[in-house]
């Protein structure tokens, strides 16, 4: 199967910054679509960013300019960089991955979820 495995995340003042970071894993998978994630409470999860195999990049509007997401086709990693973080950030931020496989097909996978709060 696949396995999706998260890192970072914390608690940051506004103006500050934290990393994500995504591993995939998966033999002999097709990894497609990469990306983020997130929910706040209350809310429906919502894209962040998202990069494809051939690195065409999609950001939601009230990220950009602040989040950059950086992917390693070679160890199937998905990072997210994200300065100048403001309250409404607050979330719970996942790691995304589409991959396919001949026989398996194209399929959604999702990481545990990581905390990331931006106090007011």
């Known amino acids: 199967q696949v396995q999706v495995v998260e890192s970072g995340g914390g608690l940051v003042q506004p103006g500050g910054s934290l990393r994500l970071s995504c591993a995939a894993s998966g033999r002999f998978f097709t990894f497609n679509t990469m990306g983020w994630y997130r929910q706040a409470p209350g809310k429906q999860r919502e894209l962040v960013a998202t990069?494809?195999?051939?690195?065409?990049?999609n950001y939601r509007d009230s990220v950009k300019g602040r989040f950059t997401i950086s992917r390693d086709n070679a160890k199937n990693t998905v990072d997210l960089q994200m300065n100048s973080l403001k309250p409404e950030d607050t979330a719970v931020y996942h790691c995304y991955v589409n991959v396919w496989k001949l026989g398996f097909g194209s399929r959604d996978f999702w990481g545990q979820g990581t905390q990331v709060t931006v106090p007011l």
């Open positions: 990069a494809t195999s051939d690195e065409t990049i």
